[in-house]
């Protein structure tokens, strides 16, 4: 159980620490789109913004699961 609370952890702080340099590297990006869900749209945001927390959201949860499913072996 400590393995994998360790693990989570650490995964978390990685993927934290991304985001900041993610948030700090699209300050002067002009070149902004909307996503589309369903019937609803958002405001318009940076491009490389939703690329990468779409990747960070990915990376953050298949870690999770991979964790928890190693730790059920």
Same mark, same amino acid.
């Given at each position: 159980m400590k393995k994998l609370i360790n693990s989570l952890?650490?995964? &978390? &702080? +990685?993927? *934290? &620490?991304? +985001?900041? +340099? &993610?948030?700090? *590297?699209?300050?002067? *990006?002009?070149?902004?789109?909307?996503?589309? @869900? @369903?019937?609803?749209?958002?405001?318009e945001l940076p491009l490389p913004f939703i690329i990468g927390s779409s990747f960070i959201l990915g990376s953050l949860s298949g870690n999770i699961i991979y964790s928890i499913k190693k730790f059920k072996k």
């Open positions: 952890i650490i995964n &978390l &702080l +990685f993927n *934290s &620490l991304i +985001f900041i +340099f &993610l948030m700090i *590297s699209i300050q002067n *990006s002009n070149n902004k789109h909307k996503i589309y @869900f @369903f019937t609803q749209d958002t405001v």
